[in-house]
């Protein structure tokens, strides 16, 4: 668990560091494919991101309980990389760069409804787990696998869905960490789980549901 720890607390290192630059950025499209850099950087050197590991909970079968203390010793690594680079940043002058974004940014999830900060972290983990999983697979060429990678970053910031760990970072950078910024990166933590495992379990329905002779594929008009 040390391990798995110390890799969660460098991926949220990561996360913080393409959520300044990404707060940093004035054009909103080169933010979000800057951000990319953190996610990119993470599955490169295989760190241990929550948002990224999340969507295999599904196809643990037995082994669901011990991956489940995995994804706890994840989120709180990745809580604390967050936190330390969020803190560290405060001290510097580029707070004064970003600061006003963050503030801005950590208000309007703080005033979002419960359901809309669900519905947008949901969203946001079918993304997550669609990177990752492209990314792993090395059967895709490495260009194609990078280039998911960044869509994916791209399309959930633009798009205004919610990251948990990314969250994280914003409410440390501003200095607004509270019992309702805990709670609202809870239920973002719980809309990114159900998101990242809507895939896993849709190919898991598909597999069992497949009639045992099909070999060919179906023919789709």
């Known amino acids: 668990m040390t391990k798995i720890f110390l890799n969660g607390i460098l991926a949220g290192v990561f996360i913080g560091i393409a959520g300044t630059v990404f707060l940093a950025t004035p054009h909103p ?28 909970l599904a196809c643990q079968g037995r082994g669901t309980f011990p991956y489940l203390g995995v994804l706890g010793c994840i989120w709180l690594g990745n809580l604390l990389g967050c936190f330390a680079v969020g803190t560290l940043v405060r001290t510097s002058r580029t707070l004064h760069l970003i600061e006003g974004r963050a503030i ?19 969203f946001c ?4 787990y669609v990177a990752v999983e492209t990314f792993r697979r090395e059967e895709l060429h490495a260009v194609l696998r990078t280039v998911v990678v960044f869509l994916c970053v791209v399309i959930f ?9 990314a969250a994280m970072y914003y409410f440390s950078v501003a200095g607004k ?21 809507l895939m896993p379990v849709a190919d898991k329905f598909r597999r069992e549901t497949a009639p045992a002779n099909s070999t060919a594929p179906h023919k789709i008009s």
């Open 177 to 197: 960490w509270s019992f309702a910024a805990l709670g609202c990166v809870a239920l973002m933590t719980l809309g990114n789980s159900l998101g990242g495992m």
């Open 104 to 122: 801005m940014l950590c208000d309007q999830k703080l005033a979002d409804s419960p359901a809309s900060i669900l519905a947008l972290s949901f």
């Open 125 to 128: 983990g079918i993304l997550m």
């Open 29 to 56: 499209g080169l933010g979000a494919f800057l951000f990319g850099f953190g996610l990119l950087t993470i599955l490169c050197y295989k760190l241990k991101l929550f948002t990224g590991a999340v969507g295999y």
């Open 157 to 165: 910031i633009l798009s205004g869905f919610e990251h948990s760990i």
